[in-house]
């Protein structure tokens, strides 16, 4: 069975740092891209950053470019997100997803939290 | 990049039919989309993939009742035979080489 389980959110001071996880499995994971996609509170689906199946390429939102960090280890089929500098304005539900050009699985999501 | 447009709400009466737009920007009226629905609390759900021709692909475990269509820039998602479960925001989603994009979501009412 495909899934999915992301971690490691939480509360975080602004100008701290967080890293998240997206732990995969039913799937040949060095086959697939994968995908962060974010949710604010009460908001709709934002676009975070991308990676290839090989991590050889990454793409960022410019919202987030230079503070965070995609990355995946296909030896422990997992998927990463570095977050730093995070800002009141990234408190959100993260979500990872198998990418197959669109977004074909999510993951439950997890919940970071930007607040003094 | 493109851009996605959504109407913000629609609503429908169990059993009967509701159709969700989305319209591609001008210049991506040939893009391939895919629909989501986010019911109330959950993750996102993958619905299918839809062309321009209007030829789609569902994923699995997604009723019958879910169908896609296209027109122009237009893609739709229909809902037949609407049940108390379809009730949810219904996000399309569409992708380029180095970024992807989401519609503001439909809220789908069931009355």
């Known amino acids: 069975e495909l899934q999915l389980l992301e971690s490691g959110g939480g509360l975080v001071q602004p100008g701290g740092s967080l890293r998240l996880s997206c732990a995969a499995s039913?799937?040949?994971?060095?086959?697939?891209?994968m995908t962060w996609v974010r949710q604010a509170p009460g908001k709709g689906l934002e676009w975070v950053s991308a990676i290839s199946g090989s991590g050889a390429n990454k793409y960022y939102a410019d919202s987030v470019k230079g503070r965070f960090t995609i990355s995946r280890d296909n030896s422990k089929s997992t998927l990463y997100l570095q977050m730093n500098s995070l800002r009141a304005e990234d408190t959100a539900v993260y979500y990872c997803a198998k990418t197959y050009g669109h977004l074909e699985y999510w993951g439950q999501g997890t919940l970071v939290s930007v607040s003094s | 990049q493109p851009v996605l447009t959504q109407s913000s709400s629609a609503s429908a009466s169990p059993g009967s039919s509701v159709k969700v737009t989305c319209t591609l920007s001008t210049g991506h009226s040939n893009y391939i989309i895919a629909w989501h629905q986010q019911q109330p609390g959950k993750a996102p759900r993958y619905l299918m993939k839809l062309e321009n021709s209007g030829s789609y692909n569902k994923g699995s475990g997604v009723p019958d009742r879910f169908s896609g269509s296209s027109s122009g820039a237009d893609r739709y998602l229909t809902i037949s035979n609407l049940q108390s479960e379809d009730e949810a925001d219904y996000y399309c989603e569409t992708w380029d080489t180095n970024t992807r994009v989401f519609g503001g979501g439909t809220k789908v009412t069931v009355l």
């Open positions: 039913g799937f040949t994971f060095t086959s697939y891209g």
